[in-house]
């Protein structure tokens, strides 16, 4: 019989109404409850990360190992390993997620050489097959991680040496094997240290057209193996670099345009990665939507009284709400989801801490559905928008919207209809109204 890891803890059930003391059930998120003719759970698509919630040990740059789990107790790594995926599973189950995403060498450790890591990566991705077909959890999304190996520390795509890129190319290309393997819905690229610390000793040119050729190979070999997942870049503006070329969505949307990659990319949008780029919380779900490249959220939160990558769990009504009706807006994620890049702070050292971080998220997550879609559904904010805009529906609007007009016919529209009328912008109406949703 297999270990359980969570022993006492349930499947976790919707419990409408049981009460703020209750922690260990959903008491917003209903999975097969439809609104807006979808499930819930379609809608929201979760997902658990694999290097937070399962290898992360609270180690912090002034403290030690706090979190002691008991998968990652074995006699090799490959034996912590296993343990650490049948753990996985056991929550995820647990939960009721039907998505996992990971890097690869979180799944599975690095070996000596590329081969071992391949065949360390081969064996305990057979395991993740077996467990993925006997519990229906599938993967949301695989990543290389390209960055946190001595080898990286100069960047991977963007490394002035050439060997460095080509390991990394290397990795990739394993890597999207294993995506394929595993029937992984989306491939993230994250550039961890694609950027830079100095600029005296960087040739910024040469290392975004390494960075957009590595991509190009990527997307050649994933049409050559017959891989169906969409591609997705991560932004976030430093950390640990000082300055990382994909700034943040609209950085990254202006890369892939002028390299003519934006037909095989999307965006996983990272709220603490936005509020980091000193933007607010929903920025650049929002940035990326309206060009038609969200892709996939990363969905946690940072302190920005801290200012650094807290990685914190989504628990924020507000957020989970305006993040919800840009989704809904756009028509859902598919095939990309709502991924929890979030971790227990170091100080929460239960193991059923995992559970209530996730349970709670899901149901801040589940409440801001149920908000977007009263104010979808009610239409009050949207008839205010289309309202202010309204001059644009016809006459010289119209013209300007359809690029039929020219500076002189603006002159003349002038000239007949004199000085524009003061219009207020009414942002209190509009928070006044939008908190009426909360
Ligand atoms: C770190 C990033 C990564 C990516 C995946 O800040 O969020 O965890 O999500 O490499």
């Not at 393997?181 to 550039?191: I, M, R, S, T, Y």
């Not at 934006?262 to 000193?278: V, Y």
């Not at 000239?415 to 109406?429: D, L, M, R």
Request: with cysteine; net charge negative.
């Amino acid at each position: 019989m297999e270990t359980e890891f969570f022993a006492g803890i349930p499947k976790i059930p919707y419990v409408p109404n049981a009460g703020a003391r209750n922690v260990l059930c959903f008491q917003h998120y209903n999975a097969e409850e439809v609104l807006l003719g979808r499930s819930m759970e379609d809608w929201l698509r979760f997902s658990v990360c694999y290097w937070h919630s399962f290898c992360g040990t609270g180690a912090d740059p002034f403290g030690f190992q706090t979190l002691h789990r008991p998968w990652n107790e074995g006699a090799t790594p490959m034996e912590c390993a296993k343990k650490r995926l049948h753990a996985a599973f056991e929550f995820f189950t647990k939960l009721g997620v039907k998505y996992y995403t990971f890097h690869d060498r979180d799944m599975s450790p690095e070996g000596r050489t590329l081969e071992e890591s391949n065949s360390n990566l081969d064996e305990m991705t057979d395991l993740a097959l077996q467990l993925q077909n006997r519990t229906g959890v599938k993967v949301l999304w695989v990543t290389c991680n390209l960055f946190a190996h001595s080898r990286y520390m100069n960047g991977a795509a963007t490394n002035p040496d050439c060997h460095v890129l080509a390991y990394a190319g290397a990795q990739v290309k394993k890597g999207l094997d294993v995506a394929k393997k595993l029937g992984a819905e989306n491939f993230v690229f994250w550039g961890g240290r694609e950027g830079f610390y100095s600029i005296h000793n960087t040739d910024v040119g040469a290392e975004l057209k390494h960075m957009a050729n590595f991509f190009k190979m990527a997307v050649k070999y994933k049409e050559k193996i017959g891989l169906k997942c969409q591609f997705l870049i991560e932004p976030k503006p430093k950390e640990p670099c000082k300055h990382q070329y994909d700034y943040d969505a609209m950085s990254v949307i202006g890369f892939l345009k002028h390299y003519e990659l934006d037909s095989h990319f999307k965006l996983n949008i990272e709220p603490n990665h936005t509020t980091l780029a000193g933007h607010s919380y929903e920025h650049d779900v929002i940035m990326a939507s309206v060009f038609g490249m969200l892709g996939s959220v990363d969905s946690n939160t940072g302190s920005p009284d801290l200012g650094w990558d807290t990685d914190q769990f989504p628990m924020d009504i507000r957020n989970t709400t305006m993040i919800m009706k840009t989704v809904i807006e756009q028509g859902g994620l598919q095939p990309g989801g709502l991924n929890f890049d979030a971790k227990v702070r170091r100080e929460s050292t239960d193991l059923e801490d995992l559970f209530i971080a996730h349970v709670g998220a899901m149901d801040a997550f589940a409440r801001g559905l149920r908000n977007a879609v009263r104010i979808i559904e009610e239409g009050v904010i949207t008839s205010m928008v289309k309202e202010r805009y309204m001059s644009f529906s016809h006459g010289i609007g119209q013209k300007v919207v359809d690029g039929s007009t020219s500076l002189e016919e603006l002159e003349d529209f002038v000239k007949q209809n004199g000085e524009p009328k003061v219009t207020s912008g009414k942002q209190e109406k509009y928070e006044t109204v939008f908190n009426h949703y909360l």
